[in-house]
């Protein structure tokens, strides 16, 4: 049965526990930290983290995960708002996932930048300066 199969598949499992932290908590800070390790178990990854917009256009990350703490952290880092151009920041906002699934590739996978159209996943060149940023902190895939 496919109501069965949704009812107990993994990404429901997942959403069902990060609903649950949610529930726990009114701190947004415990809601997002409960998030980033559920999100890096799923995933399976070194490392998640939340980064946010500030007013001055800097960033923070306000929430950050990391497997067996084998990675130094980058908990309540600013970052300058010259790192994120105005373009590249807006399109953060407007697509709903980002992805450079290897660094090495050098692409980027956006999904859903018109949520009134269909979902599909449309691929564009990734910025250099971006990928040596990335490749400065060790990644090799961002979702």
Not at 43 to 49: A, M, P, Q, T, W
Not at 97 to 102: E, K, P, Q
Request: aromatic share 6%.
């Amino acid at each position: 049965m496919v109501i069965q199969e949704l009812a107990s598949s993994p990404d429901t499992e997942l959403f069902g526990r990060i609903m649950c932290g949610i529930r726990r908590s009114q701190n947004l800070s415990e809601v997002l930290s409960a998030t980033v390790g559920e999100v890096g178990q799923f995933l399976n990854c070194d490392r998640v983290k939340i980064y946010e917009f500030q007013p001055d256009e800097t960033g923070c990350v306000v929430a950050e995960w990391i497997r067996e703490q084998r990675l130094p952290s980058l908990l309540g880092l600013t970052f300058p708002a010259d790192d994120i151009p105005p373009h590249a920041r807006e399109l953060f906002v407007k697509t709903r996932a980002r992805s450079v699934v290897n660094l090495s590739e050098r692409q980027i996978g956006q999904t859903g930048i018109d949520p009134t159209t269909p979902e599909e996943v449309r691929y564009r060149p990734l910025d250099p300066c971006h990928a040596e940023y990335l490749s400065a902190m060790g990644i090799q895939s961002s979702l």
